[in-house]
Structure formats: structure tokens, C-alpha cells
């Protein structure tokens, strides 16, 4: 099956710097990748939609100046958590589908934490 | 708007069988997906149903009705490894996906 791998996968943080969380699909290619952030004990909630070589599709209420997305290539999307908050501290996810397939593949996950 | 539901939490004993329910209502609706989650891991995909009726992959079953729009999941044959939190979500535009609140499945010995 597909492979959708996250870097890195555990990250501490002092508050007010950035994080860049990269997502790379191993062996397919993926113009749509999607972002999710994970509270303890609660569901996904869809942050934003990543389109290669065009701007990210934000959901309501996600900061995109906040959350940078880019989506340099078929392969790579990156989230990168600006001047972090202790508030920002989560369980982030990416995924992505292969060529329109009704099945996400989802990334291992990166846990941040801002201290 | 958006939203769908789903017990918070279920319990069952090894070897029984257990029945997830999911209720939705959303602007869109492609399908309806099921996806296991064990605590500190990433979502795995389970099953995916487009049209009416009964999907079944081994010891898992997915069920979809449009019109009451509702699906579940059953699962058969409860091992311990089961027990993790599974989520339902619509694929409720484009490649869009809406997830559930997520249901704690607790297998006991």
C-alpha cells in the first residue's frame, strides 16, 4: 500500500520559535495532501488542504499565517507552526490520497510540544 | 454545517462481536469511511462505502445506508488488539474527509 512518512515524528519547542513538520509520500505521488491537528483523547480536525504548486486551502478558524503550508512537489508538503504557543502543543497528521482513491494514507504523525 | 455522531465509548469481551454506529449529516456526501487508531499512532484505513448496503474485509464489516444516512462498523471475533478508538468520516467534497468524534473500543479478557 501507500506510504506517507512525517518528519520529525517528536518535537519540543521554546514558545515563540517556528517548526517545520515535513510530509513526503514514499512511492506515489500526491497533488492533494490534507493536515490534521489532534487533540488528546479527541478527534481529527481538518486544518487545511495542500495542493501542489498552488496556495493551501485553509479551514475556518485555521490561521494561515499561523500555519504555513507548502506544497513544493508531488512528493512533499510542509507545515510550518509560526512563533509556537504553548496552546499549539498537539498531535499533528498529514495525509494524502493516491490519484483520487477514496482511502487517505495517513502519516505516522508529529507530536509538538511548546514549552 | 457539519457533524456526525458516534458512541463515545464501547466495551466487549474477547471473541464477541461489536457493532460501531455513525450518523452524519453533511453539505456533501461521496461516502462514508471507517478508520482504527491505536493510542500514540497515526489512523489506519479500514474500509470505504460509496453505495448502500454491506461491505466485509475479514473480521470487519462496514454497513452503509444513504437514505437514513447512517453507516456502521461491526467487527467480529474480538481480539485484545482491537481495542483502540475508531473513527467514521465523510468524504463530503472533492477529496474532503469529515471525522467523527471517534468511539473507544475497550476489549476485555
Known amino acids: 500500500g501507500a506510504v506517507v512518512s512525517q518528519h520529525p515524528s517528536r518535537v519540543i519547542c521554546k514558545s515563540g520559535t517556528s517548526v517545520k513538520i515535513e510530509c513526503r509520500s514514499l512511492?506515489?505521488?500526491?497533488?492533494?495532501m490534507f493536515w490534521y491537528r489532534q487533540f488528546p483523547k479527541q478527534s481529527l480536525m481538518l486544518m487545511a488542504t495542500s495542493n501542489e504548486g498552488s496556495k493551501a486551502t485553509y479551514e475556518q478558524g485555521v490561521e494561515k499565517d499561523k500555519f504555513l503550508i507548502n506544497h513544493a512537489s508531488l512528493t512533499l508538503s510542509t507545515l510550518t507552526v509560526t512563533s509556537a504557543h504553548p496552546e499549539d502543543s498537539s498531535f499533528y497528521i498529514c495525509?494524502?490520497?493516491?490519484?483520487?482513491?477514496?482511502?487517505?494514507?495517513f502519516g505516522p504523525g508529529t507530536r509538538l510540544t511548546v514549552t | 454545517g457539519q457533524s456526525l455522531e458516534q458512541p463515545s465509548e464501547v466495551t466487549a469481551v474477547e471473541g464477541a462481536i461489536v457493532q460501531i454506529n455513525c450518523t452524519y449529516q453533511?453539505?456533501?456526501?461521496?461516502?462514508l469511511s471507517w478508520y482504527q487508531q491505536h493510542d500514540g499512532g497515526a489512523p489506519t484505513f479500514l474500509s470505504y462505502n460509496a453505495l448502500d448496503g454491506l461491505e466485509e474485509t475479514g473480521r470487519f464489516s462496514s454497513f452503509l445506508s444513504r437514505s437514513d444516512s447512517y453507516g456502521y462498523l461491526l467487527l467480529q471475533e474480538l481480539q485484545m488488539k482491537d481495542s483502540a478508538s475508531y473513527f467514521c468520516?465523510?468524504?463530503?467534497?472533492?477529496?474532503?474527509?469529515?471525522f467523527g468524534p471517534g468511539t473507544r473500543l475497550s476489549v476485555l479478557p
Open positions: 453533511t453539505s456533501g456526501f461521496y461516502g
Open positions: 495525509s494524502a490520497n493516491a490519484g483520487g482513491a477514496d482511502e487517505q494514507y
Open positions: 468520516a465523510v468524504r463530503d467534497r472533492g477529496q474532503n474527509f469529515v
Open positions: 512511492d506515489f505521488q500526491a497533488t492533494t
